[in-house]
């Protein structure tokens, strides 16, 4: 068997420390996805309306000590948040200094699903990337991953961004949000999903996706030949799209089973 490649690259982070007595208590209580034994877990914190406030990778760094890496713009956010509905939890919330390396090739690191394919993130390691922050983002993309901010806003339901498969547990207690993402889940359906597109060149986001003259969709982030688009789910896998003026495709993203 020849040699694995590991390749590695930087991904911005927040990082929000969760520790004491009650630590795991209270996570479970606010986050949509139980905090993991051990290993991690990606999680959302929600409004009451199921609006997304911050994702969170949840590592279970030991019995009450849990930290939370989410998008480098909320970890103030989930910090304050989480401080705000804390009451007489026996926890304390803090953010934390680190640096985050995802690695793909074999290491010991906290398992990351962003990309579906074997990835783990590497805390303050002071790996040199050897891939560009493109060619992540690319891997992001193929793999149809949202990111807040570009696919996560305030107009989407967890369920439009696939979230609702790997970030919410529909068997565990009560958290924020909890009703309306179980009503959509058990008795709704979603009228537009996360999808990816194989198109020229690399659309600005909110470029309209179009099927025949009727607008289907839009562009939430791209990079040259691939984008993700919200697209109508009544649109046929083997549509003829166009977007930006050029042809398009729906694309499965990589990993898919």
């Given amino acids: 068997m020849g040699a694995v490649t590991r390749e590695t690259a930087r991904r911005p982070r927040a990082y929000v420390r969760v520790q004491g007595p009650q630590a795991v208590e209270y996570l479970n209580r606010m986050l949509t996805n139980d905090v993991p034994a051990e290993g991690s877990a990606d999680a959302l914190l929600l409004t009451p ?18 930290l939370l890496l989410t998008e480098p713009e909320l970890g103030e956010t989930l910090r304050r948040e989480l401080l705000r509905a804390r009451f007489a939890a026996r926890c304390e919330i803090a ?20 990309y579906r394919v074997p990835a783990v993130e590497v805390l303050d390691a002071g790996l040199e ?3 560009s922050d493109e060619e992540l983002e690319r891997r992001r993309i193929e793999a149809g991953t949202p990111r807040y901010g570009a696919e996560i806003d305030d107009r989407v339901l967890p369920a439009e961004a696939g979230l609702d498969e790997r970030a919410i547990s529909f068997a565990k207690g009560c958290f924020p949000g909890q ?11 979603v009228n537009r999903r996360l999808r990816v597109l ?22 939430t ?25 050029a042809a398009a495709r729906l694309h499965w993203p990589t990993g898919r089973p």
């Fill in 49 to 66: 309306k199921a609006r997304v406030v911050a994702p969170a990778l949840v590592w279970r760094r030991g019995e009450d000590d849990v």
């Fill in 198 to 219: 194989e198109l020229d060149g690399a659309p600005a986001p909110e470029t309209p996706v179009l099927h025949g003259e009727k607008e289907v969709g839009r562009v």
């Fill in 95 to 114: 953010l934390e200094q680190h640096s985050s390396t995802i690695v793909f090739g074999g290491a010991d690191g906290i398992p990351n699903r962003d």
């Fill in 221 to 245: 982030s791209a990079v040259d030949g691939l984008a993700l688009a919200y697209v109508r789910v009544e649109v046929p896998d083997d549509a003829e799209l166009t977007v930006g003026g």
């Fill in 129 to 131: 990337p050897t891939l």
């Fill in 179 to 189: 009703e309306p993402v179980a009503r959509q889940h058990y008795r709704g359906k």
